[in-house]
Structure formats: structure tokens, C-alpha cells
């Protein structure tokens, strides 16, 4: 056993993680493009981007070199009364590739703080309006963080059941298809005069198992809530900066959510970063000459100029023509990938939203705890692939940095474990 891992075994308390039976965590030590290194020089390809948040490759040079730059500058200052380049830049970059509908930036630290605040927003817009609105509208199955609102408005399971007594009162919907569309948007006019707000992960629930759904069902579901006056939450962390082909999965809708949420792509997986965008509307019911009608959220790293630095690179490498033809690029392998292996015995379904390709492995249950997890993950790495299944769920979420070559790999290994578990 090395002395990194020695050390961490006698320091450290891993997430998602049952310390007493979980194997001894790989040590790595370098990252360069799509490629993991562990201090024995083994060579790890990174296939779900360290959790869906490295869109452009490890120690990205141009991401790194303005950071660099940006230490030697200013590595913080408080942003209650004062504010920097850095953060003014990237709110304007943002805005510019958002739907228009969106107005202002709030920052946070990660994806569940960003959904805390916009949580917050929709609760205290219509309390600043003297409207009691206490209610929130959500998908089953759905995930939006670890923090007691987000782990409210996600589904109820074994991660949140230690704590479902405290957590607040949520009305939960199946996602929405040509069957139930109608029914979804009576219990939306049931409910709307609580209502506060909807909050959704368009196209893509990520944690959930991968599972997604039609955006023209989401777009009614929108457009209802409008026509209803209840305000909806877009949650991009997971699906924004190209993961769905557009660089926002809400690029695929009509309607356009009151508010957004951003964390994971948006410093190119560099450090932690959370974003609530809103409309206009929604910031205006906050200016008051009524100091109690203030939004009283912050964080004491709110807008950190380094973090907002690499948001910023990332951002520039994000628009280049050369990532956007890898996004293209790497969901036109994917489809390839699917016709070869959609009707392998195995594969009891699959499914592809731009850069995300799923199957799920026709086994008994398909529970998160389910044992083939532990048995496709560790075999894979045994491979040089890091694949992280949900229960029975495989995905592949890469780097926009990798290769065809890489890409056939990691599809022939999946190939080949289908042919063997």
C-alpha cells in the first residue's frame, strides 16, 4: 500500500462512500487531456469526466495559464459591496449564451447551493409580493444535491432517507409523455395557487439513472406553468455546457425556465463554481425600499476571481468552432456505438442525448445497490476506463477533448463485458 493511500485511509472520509467495505482508493497523481495518471504510471481514461464536471480535459493549459494569471492579480475579495473583472466578464459571457430571457447573475460555491438559491428566490419573490406560496413542483426520480432544499425537491430514496421527516413538502410528477401530458397539467392547476415554483433537470435526470424524456413535453409543461403563474427552475448543472449536443439542454426548448442553475461544466471542472440566473421580473420583486424584502444569501467565497477566472477560460475554449464540432463529433460515435449494441441480449434499454449514451445491463432489479455495480466498475478500471455504473446503468459523459480511438475503446471494452457478465 502506498503512503498516499495509507495516509488517506487514517484521514480522510470519502463521499458516496461505505468506509468499512469500500476498496483502497487509487491514487492519482497527474491529469493531462482525457487521461487520468496513478502514481505507478498506470494510465486511466477519465469516461465520466471526474463526475461530469471536466468538459475540456485535465490541466487544460489555457485554463491553467489564467489562473495562474489570475493568482498573481487577486485571489479574493468579498463580494457584499464590492465586486472585479473577473466576475463582471463572466456574468456578461453568461448571459450571452443563455436564453435571453435571463437577467441576472447570482454566484454561489457548487450545484446544490445554486439550487438552494434559486429554491429561495421563487419562495421569497412571492412572499415579497404578500403571496403565501409554500409549495414546490418536481420530477420523481429526480436529483438536485446534497443540501437539505435540494435533497427536498429530489426524489425520495435510500440517500435521503435518513432525514425525509425534515425535509419540506414537495408534490412529485412522473415525467412527462403523450399519455400523461394532460394529466401533469391538471395537477399543475390544482396545486397553482400554492405553487411557488417547478423545478426540473430538462431532458436528462442525471443521478436518477440517466433516464430521459422528450423536450416537447417539457416545453408544454413550461408554457403551462407560465399560463398558471408558477415559476420554473431550470437545473443545468449536469446537462449545461454542451453534455445534450446544445450548450444548454434548454437550447432544445421553446419556453424558456424563470430561473437557471450552474455548477459542474462551468470552470471546465477546474474548481467549484455555482451560478442561479433569473429574469428581470424575478430580481425586480427584491428592489424595495423595504430592507426585509432583500435576498439574504451569500457565501463567503461568493464570485472567488479565481474560480470565475477559469469559468471564464472555459468559457472561451467552450465557443470555439473546434469544440463545437467535437460535440458533434463524439454524439455522432455514440449513436454509431448504440446501433451495434442496441439489441444485444444484455442491453435491456438504451438511450443518448447528445454526449451521454446509456445502457442499461439486463439483470434482475435495477436498484442503485445493485451487485453488477461493483463487478462492471471494477472491471473497467482493470481496463484503464473509469466508468462509474448507477445500479445497472452504464453511461459514457467524456471529456470533449477525447478521441475516436479512445472512444472505440471504451466501446469495444463494453462490447466485450457485455459478451462476458
Same mark, same amino acid.
Given at each position: 500500500?502506498?503512503?498516499?493511500?495509507?495516509?488517506?485511509?487514517?484521514?480522510?472520509?470519502?463521499?458516496?462512500?461505505?468506509?468499512?467495505?469500500?476498496?483502497?482508493?487509487?491514487?492519482?497523481?497527474?491529469?493531462?487531456?482525457?487521461?487520468?495518471?496513478?502514481?505507478?504510471?498506470?494510465?486511466?481514461?477519465?469516461?465520466?469526466?471526474?463526475?461530469?464536471?471536466?468538459?475540456?480535459?485535465?490541466?487544460?493549459?489555457?485554463?491553467?495559464?489564467?489562473?495562474?494569471?489570475?493568482?498573481?492579480?487577486?485571489?479574493?475579495?468579498?463580494?457584499?459591496?464590492?465586486?472585479?473583472?473577473?466576475?463582471?466578464?463572466?456574468? =456578461?459571457?453568461?448571459?450571452?449564451?443563455?436564453?435571453?430571457?435571463?437577467?441576472?447573475?447570482?454566484?454561489?460555491?457548487?450545484?446544490?447551493?445554486?439550487? =438552494?438559491?434559486?429554491?429561495?428566490?421563487?419562495?421569497?419573490?412571492?412572499?415579497?409580493?404578500?403571496?403565501?406560496?409554500?409549495?414546490?413542483?418536481?420530477?420523481?426520480?429526480?436529483?438536485?444535491?446534497?443540501?437539505?432544499?435540494?435533497?427536498?425537491? @429530489?426524489?425520495?430514496?435510500?440517500?435521503?432517507?435518513?432525514?425525509?421527516?425534515?425535509?419540506?413538502?414537495?408534490?412529485?410528477?412522473?415525467?412527462?409523455?403523450?399519455?400523461?401530458?394532460?394529466?401533469?397539467?391538471?395537477?399543475?392547476?390544482?396545486?397553482? @395557487?400554492?405553487?411557488? &415554483?417547478?423545478?426540473?433537470?430538462? #431532458?436528462?435526470?442525471?443521478?436518477?439513472?440517466?433516464?430521459?424524456?422528450?423536450?416537447?413535453?417539457? !416545453?408544454?409543461? *413550461?408554457?403551462? &406553468?407560465?399560463?398558471?403563474?408558477? $415559476?420554473? *427552475?431550470? !437545473?443545468?448543472?449536469?446537462?449545461?455546457?454542451?453534455?445534450?449536443?446544445?450548450?444548454?439542454?434548454?437550447?432544445?426548448?421553446?419556453?424558456?425556465?424563470?430561473?437557471? &442553475?450552474? @455548477?459542474?461544466?462551468?470552470?471546465?471542472?477546474?474548481?467549484?463554481?455555482?451560478?442561479?440566473?433569473?429574469?428581470? =421580473?424575478?430580481?425586480?420583486?427584491?428592489? @424595495?425600499?423595504?430592507?426585509?424584502?432583500?435576498?439574504?444569501?451569500?457565501?463567503?467565497?461568493?464570485?472567488?476571481?479565481?474560480?470565475?477566472?477559469?469559468?471564464?477560460?472555459?468559457?472561451?475554449?467552450?465557443?470555439?468552432? =473546434?469544440?463545437?464540432?467535437?460535440?458533434?463529433?463524439?454524439?455522432?460515435?455514440?449513436?454509431?456505438?448504440?446501433?451495434?449494441?442496441?439489441?444485444?441480449?444484455?442491453?435491456?434499454?438504451?438511450?443518448? &442525448?447528445?454526449?451521454?449514451?446509456?445502457?442499461?445491463?439486463?439483470?434482475?432489479?435495477?436498484?442503485?445497490?445493485?451487485?453488477?455495480?461493483?463487478?462492471?466498475?471494477?472491471?473497467? #478500471?482493470?481496463?484503464? *476506463?473509469?466508468?462509474?455504473?448507477?445500479?445497472?446503468?452504464?453511461? *459514457?459523459?467524456?471529456?470533449?477533448?477525447?478521441?475516436? !480511438?479512445?472512444?472505440?475503446?471504451?466501446?469495444?471494452?463494453?462490447?466485450?463485458? $457485455?459478451?462476458?457478465?
Amino acid at each position: 500500500m502506498s503512503n498516499i493511500v495509507e495516509k488517506d485511509l487514517n484521514t480522510i472520509w470519502h463521499p458516496y462512500t461505505q468506509m468499512k467495505t469500500a476498496d483502497k482508493p487509487i491514487a492519482i497523481v497527474k491529469g493531462e487531456g482525457v487521461y487520468l495518471f496513478t502514481e505507478t504510471g498506470e494510465k486511466i481514461i477519465d469516461a465520466v469526466s471526474s463526475w461530469w464536471v471536466n468538459i475540456h480535459g485535465h490541466s487544460h493549459p489555457y485554463i491553467a495559464q489564467k489562473v495562474f494569471e489570475q493568482l498573481q492579480t487577486l485571489e479574493h475579495v468579498i463580494f457584499a459591496g464590492f465586486t472585479h473583472p473577473q466576475a463582471v466578464n463572466l456574468a =456578461e459571457n453568461l448571459l450571452s449564451i443563455i436564453p435571453k430571457n435571463q437577467a441576472k447573475i447570482f454566484f454561489s460555491d457548487n450545484g446544490s447551493t445554486a439550487v =438552494e438559491v434559486a429554491i429561495k428566490m421563487c419562495l421569497q419573490f412571492w412572499n415579497n409580493k404578500a403571496e403565501k406560496r409554500t409549495k414546490i413542483l418536481a420530477f420523481n426520480n429526480a436529483y438536485h444535491g446534497d443540501t437539505f432544499g435540494a435533497m427536498a425537491v @429530489s426524489g425520495r430514496s435510500a440517500f435521503t432517507a435518513p432525514f425525509d421527516t425534515l425535509l419540506f413538502d414537495v408534490e412529485f410528477i412522473d415525467l412527462p409523455n403523450e399519455e400523461n401530458i394532460s394529466y401533469l397539467k391538471s395537477q399543475i392547476s390544482k396545486h397553482k @395557487s400554492q405553487l411557488a &415554483c417547478f423545478i426540473f433537470e430538462p #431532458l436528462v435526470q442525471g443521478a436518477g439513472g440517466m433516464l430521459m424524456y422528450e423536450a416537447k413535453y417539457l !416545453d408544454e409543461l *413550461i408554457k403551462h &406553468c407560465r399560463n398558471e403563474n408558477v $415559476l420554473t *427552475i431550470a !437545473d443545468e448543472v449536469m446537462t449545461g455546457f454542451g453534455r445534450t449536443g446544445k450548450l444548454f439542454a434548454s437550447d432544445h426548448l421553446l419556453n424558456k425556465a424563470d430561473l437557471m &442553475c450552474f @455548477s459542474k461544466g462551468l470552470t471546465g471542472g477546474t474548481m467549484p463554481l455555482g451560478i442561479t440566473s433569473c429574469t428581470q =421580473e424575478i430580481y425586480d420583486a427584491f428592489l @424595495s425600499d423595504d430592507k426585509l424584502k432583500t435576498l439574504f444569501h451569500g457565501h463567503s467565497f461568493t464570485a472567488n476571481p479565481v474560480a470565475c477566472a477559469a469559468a471564464n477560460a472555459s468559457f472561451d475554449i467552450l465557443m470555439q468552432a =473546434e469544440t463545437q464540432q467535437n460535440l458533434d463529433r463524439i454524439s455522432a460515435k455514440h449513436a454509431q456505438f448504440l446501433e451495434q449494441i442496441k439489441l444485444h441480449p444484455r442491453v435491456k434499454k438504451s438511450r443518448q &442525448c447528445g454526449t451521454i449514451v446509456v445502457l442499461e445491463w439486463n439483470v434482475e432489479g435495477t436498484s442503485y445497490f445493485n451487485n453488477i455495480r461493483d463487478t462492471l466498475y471494477n472491471h473497467f #478500471l482493470s481496463k484503464g *476506463i473509469i466508468l462509474r455504473p448507477l445500479g445497472n446503468i452504464i453511461y *459514457i459523459m467524456p471529456p470533449y477533448c477525447i478521441s475516436n !480511438d479512445d472512444l472505440d475503446y471504451i466501446y469495444n471494452e463494453i462490447k466485450a463485458a $457485455l459478451n462476458k457478465f
